[in-house]
């Protein structure tokens, strides 16, 4: 009995050691993290997951559409990422008759899957430290533009020499704040089609509400696929492309997870500060991400009211929507967490425990006074942050007018610039991207929204930070931001597409003249020079001394605590997490587990609503059970949770079971826990994944793409035995026993 309280503690004990923090480079696995990922279970090599002498892991993943993560799961190159990743490109082949955001699309052959200008798929064929030549001839005494100019001559000279086929290219990233470097050898794949998504009731269930929530009922999945040349190389979309023949495709397990399990996620996480100092963390608790806040509170008030009464508007500002609220919800929760978890306080005591290693070591002397130099400089970059924040949330993303300005003023610009010639090339360019701005704009929104931030750039931002122009404009509206908004507004012609067309057919001087006596343009030039002359050069100066020292800082910390192992910040480039199923406890007596069901969809089904309807066939398969062999114990599980250590960028990106396959997908964090881009913490931090089992339930049953099923490899490694050698295939007639009563001939192979 005693022996299994010990071992039941130690299992317990082991259970919270064992989560782990990290983004971690694919190369270095074996050395770092191989021991503690088989530690947690994981049953196969550092070698599998990252090999350049054999297909691995690696050569399933691709970066989708440049911010995404997408993997391929089949060998004619079927790639699946989120429904939120493919989400433009739903969107832009959606009308009101054809709407695949409602409706759903499944393409019926290869011929009936869906083109995408633009939409690239990038493989990573190998990577490779570089840090030496990259650093070469760079010194401590340097000041930042020698140092910089000399490692740009050095990156310049890497790529140069880099071994690559003609189709390849090289980049070469920045690590730990520029104290190491890496290459990446990479193959993108420019023509990536649409093959199929659930209707939004499934992929974006939930929508808002429940974004960057547990517990979580989301089908969020899309499926394209990249097509390449005859000679399975990247080629420009063509009608000769043909689907591309993968290295490696990750086989599907149906046998799912169950908490405890190793789980990894593989993919391309964007952006990380993990070694700020307490002084940052404050500044984006207490200012930065408050103030992003409340603009955003009023522009999607407006933008929602809009959409819920008006089919078209829903379309139309779907996407912008969708982006705008997804950031706002995360810094809600982000602000949450990193009071709940006391970040600050937790990095002052790892401050003190770093001051005190550093006053005890004559050799770190040189870094005695840099946590002081950091409280300065942050609290003299504070106030042009905060304006800074404002006026990019209000100038670059809410008001959706001086989106159109700016492109209008761009010609004036290039006329000044370059004459004529500038004028014609710059119009033409403007002209190019008008028809796609006014498609999905809505000047009376827009009106609204307008109103309400100029109160919020007057009222927010100190006298120093305003702008004369809009001052007298209030004024000469009696002081109304909406009779303002009106006078602007009426008298633009950013508002409508034909009044801006007028403008760019008019000879060159009467359209320079429409441009600068237009009230939208003439306010956000008059905005723009606030901004160029009173924030950003003070920004800058203070910004790039705190880059310098945070440089510095990421080296003192790996040589004040050299047993500490650091991961480096995510940056847009390949990385694995890894970790286990796992639920969590976000408050006193709440505790939540980690996998939900279809159940707790139609616990949220709201007939009608914007958010959480359900679709009828969905309702119709849920009351029979109609699960397949997709159901456990007569449910069909739909999300899972687990800790690995993601953010943005690692939407789309496989969940990957012990023996490498695909068990879910990866497509949010919990609310609690996305301050994890600043502050891990194991106790609330916790990614979030639908599971594998209601993807293919999804396009199997529901939707009936069997053709897509069919393709796929279905595996059973906990069933069939994970450490069973891999046996020939069986033949057919085994194989079609195995699957019982299935009526689609899925293919059903051993591990
Ligand atoms: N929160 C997830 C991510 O950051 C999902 C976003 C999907 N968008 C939405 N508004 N529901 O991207
Ligand atoms: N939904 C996020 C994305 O677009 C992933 C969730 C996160 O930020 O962790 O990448």
């Known amino acids: 009995m005693k022996k299994l309280i010990l071992s039941l ?16 480079l694919p190369l270095l696995l074996g050395l770092l993290n191989e021991t503690e990922m088989k530690s947690l279970g994981m049953k196969m090599t550092a070698e599998d997951i990252y090999s350049v002498n054999k297909g691995s892991l690696k050569d399933a993943i691709v970066q989708f559409g440049g911010g995404c993560t997408a993997e391929v799961i089949s060998d004619k190159g079927l790639l699946l990422t989120n429904h939120h990743c493919g989400f433009g490109q739903i969107q832009s082949h959606s009308t009101l008759e054809h709407n695949y955001l409602e409706d759903g699309f499944w393409a019926k052959t290869l011929k009936d899957e869906l083109p995408n200008p633009g939409l690239t798929a990038m493989f990573i064929s190998r ?16 000041d930042k533009k020698t140092r910089q100019s000399t490692i740009d001559k050095n990156l310049d000279a890497i790529k140069k020499s880099a071994k690559m086929e003609a189709w390849e290219e090289a980049m070469v990233r920045p690590f730990f704040a520029g104290n190491q470097y890496f290459m990446f050898i990479t193959v993108t794949y420019k023509d990536v089609r649409l093959v199929g998504t659930p209707p939004s009731s499934i992929g974006k269930f939930g929508a808002d509400t ?26 420009e979309y063509s009608t000769d492309n043909v689907p591309l023949k993968p290295k490696h495709f990750l086989p599907i397990s149906l046998d799912g997870v169950a908490e405890g399990d190793f789980t990894l996620v593989f993919g391309f996480p964007g952006r990380t500060s993990e070694y700020l100092p307490s002084y940052a963390i404050s500044q984006i608790a207490d200012v930065l991400d408050p103030a992003r806040i409340m603009v955003r509170d009023k522009t999607l008030a407006i933008w929602d009211g809009g959409m819920r009464a008006d089919a078209q508007v829903k379309i139309q500002y779907a996407s912008k929507q969708a982006s705008l609220a997804n950031a706002w919800k995360k810094w809600k929760g982000e602000v949450l967490g990193l009071r709940k978890t006391k970040a600050v306080k937790k990095k002052q005591q790892y401050e003190a425990e770093f001051m005190k290693l550093v006053t005890i070591n004559p050799k770190f002397s040189k870094y005695q006074g840099l946590l002081k130099e950091f409280e300065q400089l942050y609290r003299d970059i504070t106030p042009y942050a905060e304006a800074k924040a404002y006026f990019d949330e209000i100038l670059g ?26 004028y ?44 004369e122009m809009l001052a007298t404009m209030l004024a000469n509206a009696g002081g109304s ?34 441009i600068v006596t237009d009230p939208g343009c003439q306010l956000l030039n008059s905005l723009r020079d606030v901004y160029n002359a009173k924030i950003t050069p003070k920004y800058n100066e203070y910004n790039d001394r705190i880059e310098v020292l945070q440089a510095t800082y990421m080296r003192a910390q790996m040589e004040v605590f050299p047993n500490k192992k650091f991961y480096p910040d995510a940056n847009s480039t390949m990385r694995i997490s890894y970790g286990q199923v796992q639920g969590y406890q976000p408050q006193d007596a709440v505790a939540y587990s980690p996998q939900t069901y279809l159940e707790g969809v139609m616990e949220k089904y709201v007939p009608g609503d914007y958010e959480f309807d ?81 993807v293919l339930f999804i396009v199997d049953k529901y939707a009936g793409a069997t053709r897509l099923i069919q393709e796929m490899k279905l595996v059973h490694p906990k069933k069939d035995g994970p450490s069973a050698p891999k046996k020939e295939k069986q033949p057919k007639s085994i194989r079609e026993k195995k699957q019982g009563s299935l009526k689609a001939p899925v293919k059903v192979e051993d591990y």
């Open 210 to 235: 429940d974004n960057w929530v547990w517990p979580r009922h989301t089908g969020d999945f899309s499926m394209f696929r990249i097509y390449a040349d005859k000679n399975n190389r990247p080629a």
């Open 397 to 422: 993303s809410n008001v959706e007018i001086f989106r159109a300005a700016s492109r209008f003023n761009g010609i004036t610009k290039a006329h000044e610039k370059n004459g004529e010639a500038g």
């Open 424 to 467: 014609i090339e710059e119009k033409q360019k403007v002209r190019d991207g008008l028809a796609a701005f006014y498609k999905d704009y809505r000047p009376e929104m827009d009106q609204r929204v307008f109103a309400a931030q100029m109160e919020v750039l007057v009222k927010k931002l100190g006298k120093d930070f305003q702008s």
């Open 127 to 142: 990577i490779e430290d570089v840090t030496a030549a990259a650093l070469a001839g760079v010194t401590d005494d340097m």
């Open 614 to 694: 359900v679709p009828a066939r969905l309702r119709e398969l849920y009351d029979k059970k109609d699960y397949g062999q997709y159901g456990e114990n007569g449910k069909l599980p739909v999300c899972f949770l687990g800790s690995n250590h993601t953010t943005g960028g690692n939407s789309g990106s496989p969940a990957i079971d012990a023996h490498g396959n695909l068990i879910g997908l990866n497509f949010d964090r919990v609310w609690e826990g996305t301050m994890s881009d600043y502050n891990y913490d194991v106790s609330i931090c916790r990614n979030i994944m639908v599971d594998a089992r209601y």
């Open 481 to 514: 931001y909406e009779k303002l908004a009106e006078n602007v507004f009426s008298n633009s012609f950013l508002t409508n597409q034909a009044a801006a067309n007028a403008v760019l057919e008019k000879p060159m001087f009467d359209g320079i003249r429409g």
């Open 9 to 24: 503690t130690f299992l317990l004990a082991a259970r919270l050691v064992f989560a782990v923090e990290g983004m971690w």
